[in-house]
């Protein structure tokens, strides 16, 4: 049954703007002029159907609500056949047969799925991580989805917050790419496109920044940290054309994201324009309850006021909404304004044209996990696993070799595709072992579990309690361990694989300590202990500390959680069928005490000095960081020239070009990311040590070099003064151009006067 109400029909034909957007405005219009007060705000309700809760069930008779007129969407179901079930009591059963939208956390893969995003981010590759949106999208659409709750780019700086496996990590510059990318690659510039996915730019804002990483905990910043570090990826996303923002759990400025109106009005419609709409988080508005910050119908009114337009799950504005707009706490145009804006989604999605866009089981069956998105999930892997250490040329592994591989994760399926692991079906991810197996026969390695993932019970009844799975060894710690002795005493090189149970990163999972669990440690020492050759491959969803490993193991491979092909992808690395080219983006630290650590810190009055007492640094540790931003290594080498810049003075409409000649100087194709920071050297505010402005990545064949070179302007070294104006400052700046953030190759230039 279709909606047609004489403009839906022109939206596939429709390529003109301007005209769209009136057809629509009417359209819309028409429709809401037919609406009561009650089911404008029936729109505005979002509960979640189906499973993945991350809190309370609020409502229990969502199909009587949909009859009601009291749904705009739903979240948590998907398929075609569940979708159709529901979208067809909304568009046969309601007086105005207004379709839902369907949204869930695609947030790395639908069911193909790809390295968790701060494992993407490490990638450096733009027109990947598009092409993996495009394709998430393209497979999450034929399963029944509209939306996804996806990109998260909250800047992050504290790896103890579990929540850094969902976004890019910790730099404002690196983020905005990749949330550009990935609205890019979900949106398509078009949403009437069956294949795309309307994205949601979460969680604004600075929710990465929540004290100590305690999830959900307190934010406080200046202004100036927050314009010139925090709200850049979230605006770039805006400008990229995203087309929701969900707000965020903690508060900004004393005041809960989701009430706070300086942020959902002026800042993001006002400053950036911002014209979709806005989701809350799970029951952020019940929450501000616990913030303090009012009662049940207070904080339904400051939410709605402060420019909420849809209610995720916690139906305070199903109830509250009528009344306070009966005693004038909240006006009636401000109800129609945010049920234009979700009205407005869905004639963008085509729903008012095709309420059942994109449902096919014919379409679900050709692309669910078609042959082009597993090779994609494996490219994606390859990119996205970083080299940290490797010792006298450790890897890659000499097949030929005797090799032992030992660690409760060398057969695991469930942890490779992570937490958000959406409709992603453990069954099908490929463990190392089975890819190990596909590629050299059975029985050519040997195998030994070698421990729990943790021995800690209160550890694991919590994550199990939570969809973990860790069931302990009927052997007990010591005889596990014995056993991977023997293993790693018969064999030449040994490969541990290790890491956190993917319930000890994503939402509510932070860390005091950002360690391996004591049974894995323990482990590792034993191994060490037989002389043998150590090769750790990690899988986990945040910076760890590894210092001792990193003291005492030849090879350190981070593979993140890389999803249904990581198996693939690491063995293809380990044996060198394909060279590592990630790079982390969320600085190492040494230990716990150095967080929070990330590498465009400011300068202090009193910079580190070995000789001197009352210089900034700690008693008992470095101030570097273990692997800084931007670090990971490659089974070749790769030289940096001198950074060559075409002028040492650039005018304020000029630009100057820095320029260094890469050289693969190892014995192997490889690819490296060449990062280009800059540090203003006097500012009016002091300025970082160094920011990244810009990266490319380039493959090289041995002996192969190229030219890299960097186009430099003045908009490139804009910030936000003490004024909150935004612009650059005269004087003189360091181009540094390298293969981490650690690099000292620099060049330095003056900038002319602006204005
Ligand atoms: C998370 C969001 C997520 C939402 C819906 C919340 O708990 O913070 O990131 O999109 O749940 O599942």
């Known amino acids: 049954m279709l909606l047609c109400l004489g403009v839906a029909c022109c939206m596939a034909a429709c390529t003109d703007r ?100 701060l494992g993407l981010s ?77 994205s949601c730019i979460k969680h604004f804002a600075l929710y990465g920044a929540a004290e100590a990483g305690r999830d959900y905990n307190t934010t406080d910043m200046s202004r100036l940290r927050m314009y010139n570090e925090y709200l850049p990826p979230y605006q770039a996303a805006v400008e990229a054309g995203a087309s929701s923002v969900m707000t965020s759990f903690n508060e900004v400025d004393g005041v809960p994201a989701t009430g706070n109106r300086w942020l959902l009005t002026d800042l993001l419609r006002r400053q950036w324009g911002f014209g979709g709409f806005v989701v809350t988080d799970y029951t952020a508005i019940m929450e501000m309850e616990n913030h303090g910050v009012g009662s049940k119908a207070k904080v339904a009114e400051l939410a709605v006021n402060a420019g909420v337009d849809m209610d995720m799950v916690s139906e305070y504005l199903l109830d509250e909404l009528p009344a306070l707009v009966k005693a004038g706490k ?45 090779a994609l999930s494996k490219e994606a892997a390859l990119k996205s696993i970083v080299l ?21 994760l060398v057969r695991d399926q469930r942890n490779l595709i992570g937490n958000w692991s959406a409709a992603g079906n453990p069954q099908q991810a490929v463990s190392l072992w089975s890819a190990l197996e596909s590629k050299f026969g059975a029985r050519k390695f040997t195998y030994a579990k070698g421990c729990n993932l943790t021995d800690d019970a209160a550890l694991r009844s919590q994550l199990n309690r939570h969809g973990g799975d860790i069931t302990p060894d009927s052997r007990t710690p010591q005889q596990l361990i014995s056993e991977a002795v023997q293993a790693a005493q018969k064999a030449d090189v040994v490969v541990a694989v290790l890491g956190e149970p993917f319930g000890m990163s994503g939402e509510a999972a932070s860390r005091t300590s950002i360690d391996l669990p004591d049974s894995q ?48 992808a690491i063995a293809d690395i380990l044996f060198g069928d394909a060279n590592p080219s990630g790079k982390i983006t969320m600085t190492f630290p040494r230990s716990v005490g150095q967080i929070p650590i990330y590498y465009s810190h400011k300068n202090t009055g009193r910079p580190f000095s070995e000789q001197e007492k009352y210089t900034s640094k700690y008693l008992d540790e470095s101030n570097e960081p ?46 490296e990311v060449a990062q280009l920071y800059i540090r203003d050297r006097v500012g009016s505010i002091t300025r970082p040590v160094k920011e990244l402005k810009g990266f490319q990545k380039v493959a090289l064949q041995p002996g192969e070099s190229r030219q890299v070179t960097f186009t430099i302007t003045p908009e490139l070294l804009k910030f936000y003064n003490a004024d909150l104006r935004y612009a650059a400052e005269p004087g003189e700046f360091w181009v540094f151009i390298g293969g981490s953030s650690a690099t000292e190759n620099k060049a330095a230039f003056e900038l002319g006067i602006t204005n």
């Open 521 to 568: 440690k323990a482990l590792l020492k034993a191994l060490k202990a037989t002389g043998k050759p150590v090769a750790l491959v990690l899988m986990n969803g945040r910076p760890l500390t590894l210092q001792w490993e990193h003291d005492h193991l030849d090879a350190i491979l981070e593979t993140w959680y890389a999803g249904t092909r990581a198996g693939d």
């Open 330 to 374: 909240v006006k009636e145009e401000t109800v129609d304004a945010a049920c234009r804006r979700i009205l407005e989604a869905k004639y963008k999605l085509g729903l008012f044209t095709d309420p059942y866009r994109g449902l096919s089981e014919a379409r679900a069956e050709a692309q669910i996990m078609s042959a082009e998105k597993l």
């Open 388 to 408: 940290l250490k490797n010792d006298r040329q450790t890897l890659p592994l000499d097949a030929s070799k005797k090799i032992a591989f030992i660690g409760p």
């Open 626 to 671: 273990l692997y800084p931003f931007g670090h990971g290594q490659s089974y070749t080498q790769f030289t940096y020239s001198a950074v060559q810049l075409s002028d040492t003075a650039l005018a304020a409409d000029g630009s100057v070009t820095a320029t260094v000649t890469l050289t693969n100087s190892g014995a192997r194709a490889g690819e």
């Open 18 to 117: 301007p005209s769209h957007e009136a057809e629509m405005d009417k359209f819309v219009s028409d429709l809401m002029g037919r609406m009561t007060l009650e089911e404008k705000i029936g729109q505005l309700n979002l509960p979640t159907v189906g499973f993945d809760v991350t809190g309370p069930l609020m409502s229990t008779d969502v199909e009587q609500k949909i009859k009601n007129g009291q749904v705009g969407g739903v979240f948590n179901t998907f398929t075609p056949v569940a979708v159709r079930k529901l979208q067809e009591i909304a568009v046969t059963q309601t007086r105005l047969h207004i379709p839902l939208i369907f949204g869930y956390d695609v947030i790395h893969g639908h069911r193909t799925i790809y390295p968790i995003p």
């Open 122 to 198: 490490a990638t450096w590759d733009v027109e990947l991580v598009e092409r993996v949106a495009a394709a998430v999208a393209d497979e999450a659409s034929a399963d029944g989805l509209h939306w996804t709750f996806s990109p998260m780019v909250d800047v992050a700086r504290d790896p103890r917050w579990g929540r850094v496996s969902e976004g890019a990590g910790e730099d404002p510059y690196l983020g905005a790419e990749m949330a550009k990318a990935m609205v890019r690659g979900y949106e398509q510039g078009d949403l009437s496109k069956q294949n795309t996915l309307m």
